[in-house]
C-alpha cells in the first residue's frame, strides 16, 4: 500500500533529502527557541508569584507567534555614522554559528547530521565564532554603550572559553575520543551512576558555569548591563536585527544544555537500564519499556532541566560585578580543571573502577 | 570530482579577495574581519584536504581566541589613517622588491626536493586526521612536542611577569577581605539616653 511513498522516498537524492531535512530541523529549532522565550517568561513569572505572559491563546502560548509578528513588521533603525554593512552582518553572525553547531549533535544513536571524528573540537570552534556577531555589532552600531558592551563580551567570552576548553579536554581523556556519539557510548554501563558528572563532578559544574557565560545568560550577563550601560551592544538594534540576536541567545541556550547531558550525563542513555533493584522485565513491557529505555526522549528530557536551570539561575542570582566575573573565571573555574584533569590522569593511571576500568 | 574542484576555487577566489581586500581597506577593523575571512577560508580549504583536525584547531584558536583580541585592540585605538599612508608612494618600490623575491624563493623551495609536493590522493574512508596526528605527535615527534610546550609556557609566564607591576596608588579591593568581614567590623551599635 504505501511502495510508492517508500518507492518515491529511495528515489530522491541524497543532497535534496539531507537539504530538507535540515531545513526541517532548524523550522523545529526555531519553535523550541520560540518557545523556550515564552518558557522563561512563564518559569520566572511563577518564580516572583505572577501569571506570566497570558493573553494571547490559551495560557499564553501565541504569545511567541504574536512577539514574533511584532519584530517582524517593527522598522530597522540605521543610527548616524553606523558601519552599514557591519550593523547588517553581525546579528546573522551570532546567528549562524549557534545553528551550525548543531550539525553534529546526536539525538540518540546515529542520528546526527554530521558523524565526524573530531566534533567536540567542531562545536567548540563554533561556539567561539559567536563572539564576532557580538563584537561587531558593539563596533558597527557607532554607540558607546554598544562598545561598551562589545568589549565586556569579548573578554568575558575569551576567558570562560578556556575553563570550558580544559573542561571539555577532562571529557575526552575519560571517554578517548572526539565523537559525540562515542563519548555518550563510551558513557554507558551500569546506570546514571557510570555518567561522567560523576567522576568528573568539578568538570561538570565548570562546564555548565562557563555556558551559562559563554551565552552571556545571567548572573554573567553584564555584556547587556542594563543598569549601567542600558542594553550593551544590542542597545541600537530594533526589529528584526534584535530579534535574531535574542534567537541565537536561546539557541544557544539549548546547546549548552544539550551539550551538557550529552558530555556529563549520559546524552540519549537511559538511567534506568542496569539500575541495581530496578525490576528488568519493565524495559520489555509494550509501551512503557520504550519509555523507559534508552532514546531521543532521554536526551530532550534531561535538555529541557538544563534550559529550566538556565532560566531558575536568571531568576535567582544578582548579576556579577565585572571584576569578580574575571576573577570567578580565572582563579576559580580555571585552576579547578587544571587540578581535575591532574587527579583524572592518576585515576585513568590506576584503572579506578567502575568508570576508569 | 568535478563539485570539489568548483568548492575548491570558490574558497580559493575567496581567500585571495580577502587577503588582498586585508591589507588594502582603510579601515583597521575591516581589515582585521578580512584576515577572520582568510583564515575561515584556509580552514575550508584544509577541509577538503582531509585535515579536519587542522581546520577546527586554525577556526578554534585563531579565529576564536587570538582574532577576538585583536579586534579587541584595534577598536580602541583611534589610529590616524592619513598618517599611516603617508610614505605609501615612497616605500611602494621596496615593498615590491621584497615580495617578488619572497614570491620567486617561495616557488623555488616548493618546487625543490625536499618537499616533493604531489597531487593529495583521496584517503580511505576510516582514514581520522586527528588519530593520525596525535599518534604523530605522541610517538615520532614527542620531545619536540613537550618541549614547544614548555617554550610556551615559559613564554606565557614571562609575559606575565612582565606585565605584572604592583600598583601602590590604585585602590584596589581585596576579595577574601569582603567575604570575610564581620557585621561588628562595620556596625557600631551605641546606647543613647532618652533624652
Given at each position: 500500500?504505501?511502495?510508492?511513498?517508500?518507492?518515491?522516498?529511495?528515489?530522491?537524492?541524497?543532497?535534496?533529502?539531507?537539504?530538507?531535512?535540515?531545513?526541517?530541523?532548524?523550522?523545529?529549532?526555531?519553535?523550541?527557541?520560540?518557545?523556550?522565550?515564552?518558557?522563561?517568561?512563564?518559569?520566572?513569572?511563577?518564580?516572583?508569584?505572577?501569571?506570566?505572559?497570558?493573553?494571547?491563546?490559551?495560557?499564553?502560548?501565541?504569545?511567541?507567534?504574536?512577539?514574533?509578528?511584532?519584530?517582524?513588521?517593527?522598522?530597522?533603525?540605521?543610527?548616524?555614522?553606523?558601519?552599514?554593512?557591519?550593523?547588517?552582518?553581525?546579528?546573522?553572525?551570532?546567528?549562524?554559528?549557534?545553528?551550525?553547531?548543531?550539525?553534529?549533535?546526536?539525538?540518540?544513536?546515529?542520528?546526527?547530521?554530521?558523524?565526524?571524528?573530531?566534533?567536540?573540537?567542531?562545536?567548540?570552534?563554533?561556539?567561539?565564532?559567536?563572539?564576532?556577531?557580538?563584537?561587531?555589532?558593539?563596533?558597527?552600531?557607532?554607540?558607546?554603550?554598544?562598545?561598551?558592551?562589545?568589549?565586556?563580551?569579548?573578554?568575558?567570552?575569551?576567558?570562560?572559553?578556556?575553563?570550558?576548553?580544559?573542561?571539555?579536554?577532562?571529557?575526552?581523556?575519560?571517554?578517548?575520543?572526539?565523537?559525540?556519539?562515542?563519548?555518550?557510548?563510551?558513557?554507558?554501563?551500569?546506570?546514571?551512576?557510570?555518567?561522567?558528572?560523576?567522576?568528573?563532578?568539578?568538570?561538570?559544574?565548570?562546564?555548565?558555569?562557563?555556558?551559562?557565560?559563554?551565552?552571556?545568560?545571567?548572573?554573567?550577563?553584564?555584556?547587556?548591563?542594563?543598569?549601567?550601560?542600558?542594553?550593551?551592544?544590542?542597545?541600537?538594534?530594533?526589529?528584526?536585527?534584535?530579534?535574531?540576536?535574542?534567537?541565537?541567545?536561546?539557541?544557544?541556550?539549548?546547546?549548552?544544555?544539550?551539550l551538557t547531558v550529552l558530555l556529563f550525563l549520559g546524552g540519549w542513555l537511559s538511567p534506568f537500564e542496569g539500575l541495581p533493584l530496578f525490576p528488568a522485565y519493565l524495559l520489555h513491557l509494550p509501551y512503557i519499556g520504550a519509555a523507559l529505555s534508552s532514546g531521543p526522549h532521554?536526551?530532550?528530557?534531561?535538555?529541557?532541566?538544563?534550559?529550566?536551570?538556565?532560566?531558575?539561575?536568571?531568576?535567582?542570582?544578582?548579576?556579577?560585578?565585572?571584576?569578580?566575573?574575571?576573577?570567578?573565571?580565572?582563579?576559580?573555574?580555571?585552576?579547578?580543571?587544571?587540578?581535575?584533569?591532574?587527579?583524572?590522569?592518576?585515576?585513568?593511571?590506576?584503572?579506578?573502577?567502575?568508570?576508569?576500568? | 570530482m568535478l563539485v570539489q574542484s568548483a568548492v575548491f576555487y570558490f574558497f580559493a577566489t575567496t581567500l585571495v579577495i580577502a587577503a588582498l581586500a586585508m591589507i588594502t581597506v582603510r579601515n583597521p577593523v575591516h581589515a582585521a574581519l578580512f584576515l577572520v575571512l582568510v583564515f575561515f577560508t584556509s580552514a575550508a580549504i584544509w577541509l577538503l584536504l582531509e585535515a579536519e583536525f587542522l581546520a577546527i584547531v586554525l577556526v578554534l584558536v585563531y579565529v576564536g581566541a587570538v582574532m577576538v583580541l585583536f579586534l579587541f585592540v584595534v577598536m580602541m585605538l583611534d589610529i590616524n589613517i592619513a598618517k599611516i599612508r603617508a610614505g605609501y608612494a615612497k616605500y611602494l618600490p621596496i615593498g615590491v622588491l621584497v615580495s617578488v623575491m619572497m614570491v620567486v624563493e617561495m616557488i623555488v623551495v616548493l618546487n625543490g626536493p625536499a618537499f616533493n609536493l604531489q597531487k593529495p590522493q583521496p584517503k580511505p574512508n576510516d582514514y581520522s586526521n586527528t588519530q593520525e596526528l596525535g599518534e604523530l605527535l605522541f610517538t615520532e615527534y614527542v620531545y619536540p612536542f613537550e618541549i614547544a610546550g614548555v617554550i610556551l609556557l615559559v613564554a606565557i609566564i614571562a609575559a606575565i611577569i612582565l606585565t605584572m607591576r604592583k600598583r601602590t596608588d590604585g585602590k584596589r579591593q581585596n576579595p577574601s577581605k569582603q567575604i570575610n568581614v564581620n557585621k561588628r567590623d562595620r556596625v557600631r551599635l551605641v546606647s543613647l539616653d532618652k533624652d
Open positions: 500500500m504505501f511502495d510508492w511513498l517508500t518507492n518515491f522516498y529511495t528515489s530522491i537524492p541524497p543532497v535534496v533529502l539531507m537539504t530538507a531535512y535540515m531545513f526541517a530541523f532548524i523550522l523545529v529549532l526555531f519553535v523550541c527557541v520560540a518557545y523556550v522565550t515564552l518558557a522563561e517568561r512563564k518559569v520566572i513569572g511563577f518564580m516572583q508569584v505572577r501569571m506570566g505572559p497570558n493573553r494571547v491563546g490559551p495560557w499564553g502560548f501565541g504569545q511567541p507567534i504574536a512577539d514574533a509578528l511584532k519584530l517582524m513588521f517593527k522598522e530597522m533603525i540605521l543610527p548616524t555614522d553606523a558601519d552599514r554593512f557591519l550593523f547588517r552582518l553581525a546579528p546573522l553572525l551570532t546567528m549562524i554559528p549557534a545553528l551550525a553547531a548543531w550539525a553534529v549533535i546526536p539525538f540518540a544513536e546515529g542520528w546526527n547530521f554530521a558523524d565526524i571524528n573530531a566534533g567536540l573540537l567542531y562545536i567548540l570552534a563554533m561556539t567561539s565564532l559567536g563572539v564576532y556577531g557580538v563584537i561587531v555589532a558593539g563596533w558597527a552600531s557607532n554607540s558607546k554603550y554598544a562598545l561598551l558592551g562589545a568589549l565586556r563580551a569579548a573578554a568575558q567570552i575569551v576567558a570562560y572559553e578556556i575553563a570550558m576548553g580544559f573542561a571539555l579536554v577532562g571529557v575526552l581523556m575519560a571517554s578517548g575520543s572526539l565523537n559525540l556519539s562515542d563519548i555518550v557510548m563510551a558513557q554507558q554501563g551500569k546506570f546514571f551512576w557510570n555518567w561522567y558528572w560523576v567522576p568528573l563532578l568539578p568538570l561538570f559544574l565548570t562546564f555548565f558555569i562557563a555556558g551559562v557565560a559563554e551565552t552571556n545568560r545571567a548572573p554573567f550577563d553584564v555584556v547587556e548591563g542594563e543598569s549601567e550601560i542600558v542594553a550593551g551592544f544590542h542597545v541600537e538594534y530594533s526589529g528584526m536585527g534584535f530579534a535574531l540576536f535574542f534567537l541565537a541567545e536561546y539557541a544557544n541556550i539549548i546547546l549548552i544544555s544539550a532521554w536526551f530532550i528530557a534531561k535538555t529541557c532541566f538544563f534550559i529550566f536551570c538556565f532560566l531558575w539561575f536568571r531568576a535567582t542570582f544578582p548579576r556579577f560585578r565585572y571584576d569578580q566575573i574575571m576573577r570567578l573565571g580565572w582563579k576559580a573555574l580555571l585552576p579547578v580543571t587544571l587540578i581535575w584533569i591532574f587527579v583524572e590522569g592518576i585515576l585513568l593511571y590506576i584503572h579506578f573502577p567502575p568508570w576508569f576500568d | -
